[in-house]
């Protein structure tokens, strides 16, 4: 009798301690939780913040996203010796996010980061730094995405031409536009282009995913300011004088200095307002030969709605009317422009080089 009194409490006791053990490992379990630093950071493309996972090294998270991230990208997770870790870049989109972290059979955990927006313009130019590609990638995706979208309008029927594309500014427009807009099935049905070329996307943000949302072009003079946001600086429309004054900037009036998705600029004469522009393609991506070309719409004239016309650089510098010839001769020329979102700005690229 009394054995077996003995053996129940031996059991009894291995019971309580099997259940304290238990327990303690529930609770060594439970020891899960996520902190992101630092909790605010600029939207502009670049800033990084770093999120942290603690947990055991057998307990590889899952993290994810939620909320307005568009642009936002996580690095790779990799554990340390606090926990796991994962960088978070920004992307140019104000608000906060949710950083959420998932191991399998525990609740999950979150986390929250506010991105503050860029409110600079390093180049006081009106544009603002978070619209720049700073990295030399993203430059070179837009000026390919660019030239290619405004070449191939000259091979496309009027009717199968966007409605918009009415004369010089409007391919400008739209060839720039969507030269930044996400290139998917949809997108290049909706655009009928006969083929979706294989070119690398702006990766830094997509139109019109920005704080300036569809209005991407600058109206007024002046460096850019966060009221400039709402108070009518930046519009969805600019003609050709307002592209070349200020989303544009001079690099030279000698044409060697030209790089492909550079513009040409010229007022017709000293006396009037009339601006008119093409683009400047480099070599042909639709039909690929030696030679170098330029692309435009001429604009309506009376009765007449005008065309596109791509001449190769050597028929413009030779064309028939003098005023059309981009030489420093030629007082109409008013030079070569290039796109401020291409423009340098010395921190970014120091800080961000590839």
């Not at 405004?150 to 091979?155: I, Y």
């Not at 007024?220 to 600086?233: C, T, W």
């Not at 690929?288 to 719409?297: A, F, G, L, N, S």
């Not at 005023?323 to 423009?343: D, S």
Request: aromatic residues 10%; charged residues 25%.
């Amino acid at each position: 009798m009394i054995g077996r009194n003995i053996l129940a409490g031996i059991l009894i006791v291995a019971a309580v301690a099997g259940a304290v053990f238990s327990l303690s490992v529930q609770k060594v379990r439970a020891r899960l939780a996520a902190e992101v630093e630092p909790a605010e950071i600029v939207a502009d493309g670049y800033q990084e913040a770093v999120l942290t996972v603690s947990g055991p090294e057998k307990e590889r998270p899952t993290v994810t996203l939620l909320g307005n991230a568009l642009g936002v990208k996580l690095g790779r997770i990799s554990w340390a010796e606090v926990g796991w870790k994962v960088k978070v870049r920004s992307g140019v989109q104000t608000g906060s996010i949710t950083l959420q972290a998932v191991v399998d059979g525990r609740p999950p955990v979150e986390a929250r980061l506010r991105l503050k927006l860029d409110e600079g313009d390093l180049a006081g130019d009106g544009t603002p730094d978070f619209l720049r590609l700073d990295e030399q990638r993203d430059q070179e995706a837009f000026r390919r995405w660019f030239t290619f979208l405004a070449e191939v309008q000259f091979f496309m029927a009027p009717k199968s031409r966007p409605a918009e594309i009415k004369d010089c500014s409007s391919l400008i427009r739209y060839a720039y536009r969507e030269a930044l807009r996400e290139h998917g099935g949809d997108w290049a049905e909706a655009a009928r282009l006969p083929v979706l070329p294989a070119l690398s996307p702006v990766s830094k943000y997509n139109y019109p995913h920005t704080p300036l949302e569809a209005d991407l072009f600058r109206v007024k003079p002046g460096p850019f300011r966060a009221v400039d946001l709402k108070n009518g600086s930046y519009l969805q429309f600019a003609d050709a004088e307002t592209l070349w004054r200020y989303n544009t900037h001079p690099v030279g009036r000698e044409l060697r200095r030209a790089l492909p998705g550079d513009m040409l600029f010229f007022r017709r004469s000293a006396e009037q307002t009339s601006f008119h522009s093409m683009i400047y393609l480099g070599r042909s991506q639709v039909q690929p030969d030696r030679r170098e070309y330029v692309v435009y719409h001429t604009g309506p004239d009376g009765d007449d709605p005008g065309r596109m016309k791509r001449l190769t650089v050597e028929e413009l510098l030779n064309y028939p009317q003098p005023g059309w010839r981009p030489v420093r001769e030629n007082r109409a020329f008013l030079g070569i422009g290039r796109w401020n979102i291409l423009k340098p700005t010395t921190v970014h690229n120091q800080g961000h080089a590839n």
